[in-house]
């Protein structure tokens, strides 16, 4: 016998538990099964990301969504006391000229979200990071590289670190305290589907018949080992594998991204991790450079810092992605000739320094426009398309889940600010195009 929900989540990843979250707590008398194939929650591409939020980017649908995120995330730190390692250090983005006129639009949407922003010029960042270069004269290599120099930077303060596994943990407690269920270690093969009103005839359903998603199976028995009212398929890079058998696009595509952390104990390095002037804590911010996105953030307890890069062209999409993601490997060589020549030549500090660890993950793209998606397909709800930031967005939606679950047009965010669900759906998307994607 099948057992019967009323909702399951498949995906325990920060979408999925935000998810799980909002759905039982806005709906009490609801059975609500959380799956997922690893052995606990966040063990997917939430638990090998960077660890970062911000408020800073091009587009306004965006910044609402992180923005109330972060809001709720201090939230539950400040007033519920649960500590989820946020740490205001900043984000400061280094730009040249063109590339400061290019973002004008973006600051000025920004502006009008009242997202925090200051501008630092190039004497005062030379003031507070001595040991940065902000242009090459005559350098050979950087000419090569066609590095820009530094002229200035632009500084989000609400932005910072966080610890993915606690946050994932309080929606994952919260969930269970609040009557939800979760059952880890079980792979969803598939999504059943089955007509609205069965007749009991062979091959349904029919053309002619209403089809909808009747439930999942797991491991790979041929019927429903779940039967649910709903499906909310929170997947991750892994949401085509369940979408394609039944001819619904996820529009997701998932590509390779990879981490890596340096020494900076006993160093030079060292002084540069606590660089005083950008935030109370003392500490840099996260440094994004003006060449293909390089960008670095101090990890003062570990003394190390952990270095990345944007990945464009030239790096193939994955389709259906591995399930075990130790096989995607960091590669060595990507870091010491891609991003290291680019990292020395700003920060010459950074100068033999040593490779701690590295590791990779896989970014879910939505390639239109880099904006998470939600949408609804019958009585399948699909959340996912974090292109890369999706933790910093996550609570935002969730609330955006439970919204479509309970038909309604608008999401209240935290803090109260309401957002149109439809915005991020498929057929009425009503969003601008992500420019600020690292
Ligand atoms: C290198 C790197 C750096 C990043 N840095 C940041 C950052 O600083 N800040 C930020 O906000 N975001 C960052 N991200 C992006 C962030 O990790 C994602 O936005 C976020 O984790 C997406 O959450 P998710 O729940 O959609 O996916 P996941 O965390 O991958 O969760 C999906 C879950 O679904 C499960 N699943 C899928 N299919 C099935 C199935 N058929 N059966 C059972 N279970 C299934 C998987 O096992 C997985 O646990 C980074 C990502 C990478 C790779």
Redesign the pocket.
Known sequence: MPSRYDVVV????????SSAYYLQKNNPGKKILM????GG??????????????NTFSSSDNQIL?DSSIDFYFHVQKELKVDLGLQEIGYLWLMDETQHSKSEPSLRRMASNGIEIAFFGRERLRHLLPGMMTDFGSDGDAEVMGLPRVEGGIFGPKCGR?D?DRLVRFYVDEFVKAGGNVAFG????KLVMAPSKPLGIEGEPLVWQEARVAG?S?GGSSGADVVADTVV???????N??LEPIGLDGHVKAK????FSVYAEGSKLEKLLRTAGFNPLGLLPLVILPKAGVHFKPVSEERCFWV?CEDELNRPFVDLPE?NLDGYVAERQYYERGIYPVLTSYFPDFNGSRLKAM??????YNTADNLPLAFKAGNLIV??G?????????DALGRVVDSLYRHEDEAQLYGGRDYRVSKLSVEKRDVEREEWVI
């Open positions: 498949v995906g325990a990843g920060i979408m999925g538990v799956v997922d194939r690893y929650a966040g063990q997917g591409n939430t638990g090998r990301s960077n660890a970062m939020f911000r992180a966080l993915p079980s792979d969803v093969t999942v797991i398929l929170a997947g991750g890079a892994w949401l594998e369940l390779k991204r990879q981490l990345a399930h590791w990779a993950g896989l970014y879910a959340v996912g974090d292109s890369g930031s999706g933790i910093m967005k996550g």
